[in-house]
DNA sequence: CCAGAGTACCTGATACCGTCGGTTTCGTGA
DNA sequence: TCACGAAACCGACGGTATCAGGTACTCTGG
């Protein structure tokens, strides 16, 4: 997982193995597999879209305009139909983030690029985004979509962590990816807070949100706030109030 | 194998006949309804710690020695006793982190011990929790688990807000809830990660973790990795570290 | 005041339905 | 001949309807 890339071929598990093999004839229909194979994944994104996330198998092949046969000649579930959807809209994600980290200098801008490219993809697709996010029945324990977007993300700092030179206890990969776990996790549990409500009075914009959500992951809310309140960087640890007691659920 | 009646609780001659309640025949009925409900969420709680989060209502039932038509009768459907089931858990977390708060002085502590209470549940049975931060199929935006945890960060933080004077723009609700959303989908994504590796070498402790999300929830990363050099409490914003640009795929 | 009929409300099993993911069968066209 | 693709099919599951008790309350007549 040395690149950013999104690996865009995950388990093989829930992909088809090519029944035929290289001999010269088959050669032919593997180009139009993948083509056909990314058509189908074009077009169940769009119904997903529409129809929601909770679309059949059957509405997704009719909408192809073909039947079920087709679709699992191609994904061997709809997990693997899933992943496949997760890479498209993966690949997307990248471009829009190398584009917009071209014009970030600052490693916090890096981040904020990151936070800025995952929310619009929620905002622009909802139906989309809680397709790919959802977790399978009784599969894998991890979501390929956010493991990606994880691995997205822990890559750059576990980078920045070793050649910043900083040493801690135990390999820092599994610091960094943790710290990207949970970095995403963070950005998820915000995002779809905000999606849920929109339309409320009080609601950020996209932006606000944003800038929100990058200065908390990158100095916490005692950095943020009291930058709001003037004295721009002392955490002050020993700070008032908070986490008491509350009422029932 | 019960009877039909376990024990209806005969309020015979020490509860008048009020004129206001419809009749006697119904109510007579309403604390056993209750403990049975109970009951049958305790025995859902114990199939879904053995069996998995893919359980069905059959299953359920036929664990309670009982059909699936006594389970709708308690619940309307699968959501609802996640939400019920889920209420059980958040109440008895909430019982752990009463104790836990009392001896947390700081509120860095008083978050230190939610994260920790969080992780303990889902340490504790990794099923239980997937079943209940599931999210049910076309059905409600959030998640009840998800949400009643988000309050429960929440309103300790927007009154802590409140009372330190902090002014900000906007309605500090909106801004206490998005961090309350944030921070536990922080926990949630890290926790998941550290539940997927379990067994993988260099897999941190729970308690390792639980400080370490809790720093990076105070601090951000750029605060705690300064802390690890060495200087306890200085961000230092113009920081090298982190998130960077990275290169193509 | 009381005995018993009638009633309101409940329990609970079983059969059933619609949907959906996934598989198998079989006709057909190159 | 043979792969392709439509359509029938299958099993599982969430959820509902039906029906058969059963118990404690209420009502009525003596």
Avoid at 65 to 88: C, E, N, P
Avoid at 204 to 230: M, Y
């Amino acid at each position: 997982m040395s690149q950013i890339t999104p690996a865009p071929t995950p388990l093989s598990e829930h992909r088809h193995p090519d029944p035929l093999q290289p001999d010269g004839r088959s050669t032919r229909w593997a180009d139009h597999r993948e083509a056909r194979r990314a058509e189908l994944v074009r077009i169940a994104r769009r119904v997903v879209h529409h129809q929601g996330p909770d679309v059949s198998m059957d509405e997704i092949a009719s909408a192809a305009g073909t039947s079920k046969s087709i679709v699992y000649r191609y994904f061997a579930d709809k997990t693997g139909l899933q992943i496949a959807l997760a890479d498209a809209v993966l690949l997307q994600m990248q471009g829009a983030l190398e584009g917009a980290l071209r014009s970030a200098d600052t490693p916090r801008d890096g981040l904020r690029s990151m936070v800025a490219v995952y929310l619009e993809m929620v905002e622009s697709s909802p139906h989309v985004y809680s397709f790919v996010t959802r977790q399978p029945e009784s599969g894998a324990p991890m979501v390929h979509f956010l493991d990606a977007v994880t691995a997205m993300v822990a890559t750059p700092f576990v980078r920045a962590l070793t050649e910043s030179g900083v040493t801690v206890p135990g390999p820092t990969s599994a610091l960094a990816q943790s710290w990207a776990a949970g970095a995403v996790g963070f950005v998820r549990g915000a995002g779809e807070w905000w999606m849920a409500q929109q339309g409320e009075p009080g609601t950020p914009s996209r932006d606000e949100l944003t800038r929100q959500i990058a200065s908390w992951l990158w100095v916490g809310p005692v950095g943020f706030l009291t930058r709001e309140r003037g004295s721009p960087d002392r955490p002050d640890p020993s700070d008032r109030q908070p986490p008491a007691t509350q009422e029932t659920p």
